[in-house]
């Protein structure tokens, strides 16, 4: 996952020297009483959904894993009401891999002409190039941050949703080949290596979309189970889709987990959410940052071994879930 403009995230650090004094409030605002709108979210379902991935093992291009683990999320999303189809492709990796890309398109309520994409890349990176042992960097990642649990938050949306009412469409929408970015240990570094299948749905929006039925905006999941997770504001989401991401938020502080939602600037990020701004859908990334941590500001266990099921947090599902129920409910 992810490529960060670098010279940018330095950057934060002026942002959150500036936004320091209203720590205190925002610290406050989250232990406000919280008015719920919209049914439970369920975080013990959601991380079933996120260790079932975990059980294929590594969701790696071209794998075993990955063809039985597509077959078990359309299952899914079936089981839940959704209408689903899928979107074939062979996409060149950045090391000339071919790479035979899945996207899966789960969608509720498909006669509503209002619609959002709610959308996380459900692949596995091929390398731990991130980990701290060297001689693990040429070793797959289980992804169950940085894949399973953003894929398992959407499922358990689909549950909740279709055995209730919302006048809404949401397109549940499962990216492929998102991880095969060039590696740290390539000596070839490519930012458009990331987001493969993000790309090229972008680039056929028509496939699935008439001009009546434009997604009105969209909205990311990435690594939303970490431990200790918290979630800035993403630079191109505050460029692009400032409104969405203020709704957001504020619904996140409306359902009682505004310390979850930091009301300060992130980083820009190359992820998923990009190509649909490029064709012109406002989409936003709740992605975490981790300004303390050495090892990465995505957190500790990112592109490593560690990427695993033990280190996936509930209560970081439940934040992120009940405040996009809180959301889709009330817009």
């Known amino acids: 996952m992810k490529f960060p403009s670098i010279y940018i995230l330095l950057s934060l650090f002026f942002c959150l020297a500036y936004f320091s004094c209203q720590s205190k409030k925002q610290a406050t605002a989250g232990e406000e009483e919280p008015q719920l709108i919209g049914p ?59 790479l035979h890309s899945t996207n899966i398109i789960a969608r509720l309520n498909t006669e509503a002409q209002q619609r959002i994409i709610i959308c996380a890349h459900w692949d596995s ?15 797959p990642v289980i992804a169950a941050n940085d894949g399973a649990s953003g894929v398992a938050v959407m499922i358990e949306l689909a549950r909740i949703i ?10 549940f929408v499962c990216f492929d080949a998102e991880d095969y970015g060039t590696p740290k240990w390539s000596e070839k570094q490519d930012e458009d290596s990331w987001a493969l299948g993000a790309q090229y749905f972008a680039r056929n929006l028509s496939t699935f979309y008439s001009e009546q039925q434009t997604p009105v905006c969209g909205i990311l999941l990435d690594m939303v189970g970490g431990q200790g997770a918290k979630f800035y504001q993403e630079q191109f989401s505050k460029d692009h889709a400032q409104t969405i991401l203020n709704d957001v938020w504020q619904a996140a502080h ?17 992820d998923d959410h990009k190509p649909l701004i490029d064709k012109g859908i406002p989409t936003i990334d709740i992605i975490p940052y981790y300004p303390d941590c050495e090892a990465s500001a995505f ?13 996936i947090d509930k209560n970081t599902f439940k934040a992120v879930g009940q405040s996009l129920i809180q959301y889709l409910y009330t817009r």
């Open 299 to 311: 957190g500790p266990t990112w592109h490593t071994v560690n990427d695993d099921i033990n280190h």
């Open 40 to 98: 439970t979210f369920n975080e013990d379902s959601t991380l079933s959904f996120c260790s079932a991935q975990c059980e294929f093992g590594p969701r790696t291009m071209n794998s075993k894993a990955h063809d039985d683990c597509e077959a078990w999320i359309i299952s899914k999303f079936k089981q839940y009401g959704c209408e689903v189809s899928t979107q074939k492709a062979d996409l060149e990796g950045w090391d000339g891999t071919v």
């Open 254 to 270: 409306d359902a009682g987990y505004g310390s979850y939602f930091v009301h300060q600037a992130g980083g820009y990020i190359t």
């Open 162 to 171: 279709s055995s209730d009412t919302l006048s809404l469409g949401i397109d």
């Open 125 to 139: 990176r091929p390398w731990a190039d991130n980990d701290p042992d060297e001689a693990n960097h040429h070793t």
